[in-house]
């Protein structure tokens, strides 16, 4: 059974009738609602549609999908059902979300409906694992983790109420990522834009570039200032890369 696209997908601002379709995907622990700023910027040039995963925000009743492969095919059903004939699409995902479109990507490909482009965000190529979180998947290893990557207002992990609204969702997703491995051969023929802050505590400039073996489509590696999180501070730069590529 196809999965619901009114589930999965949230659209915040109304794009243009013709162009490119980009498809968002958010971080481990993240929401569709990440991109609302991202979607705003981008609206003008772009059909642009974020990827809500189970577990959070409306759909919080639901588990958490343990897998990203499983992640991977739910969402596969859903473009595939929503894909428009002679719409062009892109991907683009932020930390684990761009494990999850390189994912949706492949098996887009392998459906005759290739992506025009990649963007992997704040991610290591598909190959390099992530070290293990230093105390497993326990509430004060994964609030650390926040803590690291500043991607979550401090203020708000003191917030006991907060904190146990998040942590599954977030518990569920970095599982998903320590599950994970590349499988040899699994290689995507569109260009793929990887992009990283110059202070990722979690990727480095290496771990970024390598997404250059991941394609035998063309390659670039583009810089940021600022962490993990880098687009909260250069949200208009990253739309205007985004819009140079695809239209």
Known sequence: MTADPGLWLRRFHDGPG???RL?????????ASYFNGLSRLLAPALDVVAVQY?????RRAEPGILDI???????TEVLTATAETGR???LFGHSMGASVAFEVALRLERRGLPAVRLFASGRRAPG????????GYGDESLLAELRLLSGTDARLLDDEDVVQMILPALRADYQAIGAYEWRPGDVLACPVTAIVGTEDPRVGED?????????TGSFELVHFPGGHFYLAEHG???????VDRLT
């Open 18 to 20: 013709e162009g490119p």
């Open 88 to 90: 062009p699409y892109a």
């Open 54 to 58: 189970p577990g959070r925000q409306d």
């Open 23 to 31: 498809v968002l995907f958010p971080h481990a622990g993240g929401s």
């Open 69 to 75: 492969r499983v992640l991977a095919d739910r969402v």
């Open 207 to 215: 771990d970024a570039r390598a997404w250059a073996e991941y394609t």
């Open 128 to 135: 390099r694992r992530r070290p293990e979180l230093p105390g």
């Open 236 to 242: 208009e730069e990253v739309a205007k890369i985004v």
